[in-house]
């Protein structure tokens, strides 16, 4: 009975599981089919499958394949949740390589958006941001990017008892005016902080979602406003919103939820 009930095609795909995630940055074709003793064409076929079912990806055509986080996410699901910055590091730090500027990581409080990891440039010429910062939602990029996708009545509470401090003569610092911006930020799928917080500092920031689609944090790129021109702009806002649907695809993936509100911090 036992032989009747064994499935070779799942022993093989758990090999090739197996094989993926003992490689932190992923394994071509043939070196895993040359591992677990398996001809191409069926490791191919194992890779096709899993990658259609969202647990191997192939991020460029004809490239390493490597496992998701929706395969760690099924071991846990009943443990330890992985963090968001666990989870998302990674991800900036491909993206701080990629463009050689900061980037920034905020989560989600009760009432409050809170700076919870910085990756810095190369440069010399660069702001400074310090872990546990307050990103106050009307003049940020990180804090607008958060605030855009509230529903009115979450944005009541994070605007109640809060004054909209003016930091720069761009800062917008009337009620209307923010929720005017907001909208325009929810429509384009970033924000922008163009010297508000700091003379001569361009943010740009995207939100995250997690598993339920709530948004539990955004991130952002910071550059001098001398480095960046309009074409470079234009690359900065489409890598930060193209890294935040990613984030938030393995924040998904990893069954990951913002933790319920405990008090502001």
């Not at 490791?43 to 394949?65: C, D, M, S």
């Not at 990629?98 to 010429?125: F, I, K, N, Y």
């Amino acid at each position: 009975m036992a032989a009747k009930n064994h499935i070779e095609l799942v022993v093989k795909t758990m090999a090739v599981l197996e094989s993926l995630a003992a490689s932190e940055h992923g394994k071509a074709l043939r070196d895993i089919a040359s591992e677990v003793g398996l001809v191409k064409s069926s490791v191919f076929r194992i890779l096709f499958t899993l990658k259609e079912a969202g647990y191997v990806e192939q991020p460029e055509a004809n490239g390493v394949y490597r496992v998701t986080l929706r395969t760690a996410g099924l071991a846990r699901r009943n443990t330890d949740r992985l963090g968001l910055t666990e989870i998302a590091r990674p991800h900036l730090t491909h993206l701080r390589d990629a463009l050689d500027e900061s980037v920034a990581l905020a989560e989600r409080r009760q009432s409050s958006v809170v700076l919870v990891d910085v990756l810095e440039t190369s440069h010399p010429l660069r702001l400074s941001f310090h872990i546990g910062d307050d990103c106050p939602i009307h003049a940020t990029a990180l804090g607008k990017a958060v605030a855009a996708f509230l529903t009115p009545e979450e944005l009541t509470t994070f605007l109640q008892g809060q004054s909209l401090a003016q930091f720069t003569a761009r800062t917008k610092t009337k009620v209307q005016h923010l929720k005017a911006e907001l909208k325009q930020s929810h429509e384009n799928g970033y924000s922008i902080n163009d010297e508000e917080t700091v003379a001569g500092a361009l943010l740009i920031g995207a939100p995250l979602f997690d598993a339920t689609g709530a948004v539990c944090g955004a991130l952002s790129i910071n550059t001098p406003t001398a480095r960046c021109s309009d074409t470079r702009k234009q690359s900065i806002i489409t890598a930060v919103v193209r890294t935040a649907k990613r984030i938030s695809k393995d924040l998904e993936d990893a069954g990951f939820t913002r933790p319920l509100p405990s008090g502001r911090s």
